[in-house]
């Protein structure tokens, strides 16, 4: 027999208690994709659910597969984002994990993390900032002459000022 550990936490890496997780395992044999096979209930798919325990786990065994198979998952909670993935398993009786991180939801919304902002299409993006003094540091470098000579005639001038008034 296989089996599958979902390790479900929120975005902080806290886990997630009472998270449903749905997994549908599809076979990549052709003989069990059969139309026979499939009429008779003993097809190529089987759906299975768990619940997450304290950890944030989720233990699903499923039936013995040799040939390898296709899987999709769910995983739901609430205050939660819903997540799903996919992926397969070639040739095992084994065991692999799955971690699934899910984003908070506040009052019907998804809660970016810090740093980011919500943009009108729902999505998190970075919020912009302005970094000034590496643009002025640019400036300098391109104008360093200019700089430099404006520098000395300033000088100059307050040089001039001081002994013309002494």
């Known amino acids: 027999m296989g089996s599958v550990t979902f390790n479900v936490s ?11 997780v749905k997994f549908t395992a599809s076979s ?20 299975y ?5 304290s950890d944030g786990k989720a233990l699903i ?20 984002e819903t997540q799903s993935g996919s992926g397969n398993v070639g040739y095992c009786y084994c065991h692999f994990n799955i971690d699934v991180t899910m984003p908070a939801v506040i009052s019907g919304k998804k809660k970016c993390p810090k740093g980011y ?16 003094t590496g643009e002025l540091a ?18 100059l001038f307050i040089i001039l000022m001081v002994a013309m008034f002494r």
């Not at 929120?10 to 009472?18: A, N, V």
């Not at 902002?117 to 000034?132: I, L, R």
């Open 61 to 80: 065994n499923f039936a013995d597969t040799v040939l390898g198979f296709d899987y999709k998952y769910t995983v739901s909670a609430d205050g939660y």
């Open 28 to 47: 990549q044999s052709a003989l069990s994709k059969s139309p026979l096979l499939v009429w008779l209930g003993m097809g190529a798919t089987n759906t």
């Open 10 to 20: 929120d975005e902080s890496g806290i886990p997630i208690t009472g998270a449903t």
């Open 117 to 132: 902002k919500m943009d009108n299409s729902g999505n998190c993006v970075q919020e912009p900032y302005a970094n000034y």
């Open 138 to 155: 640019n400036w300098f470098q391109q104008h360093e002459t200019a700089v430099l000579i404006t520098a000395i005639v300033i000088v």
């Open 49 to 53: 659910t768990a619940y997450t325990d």
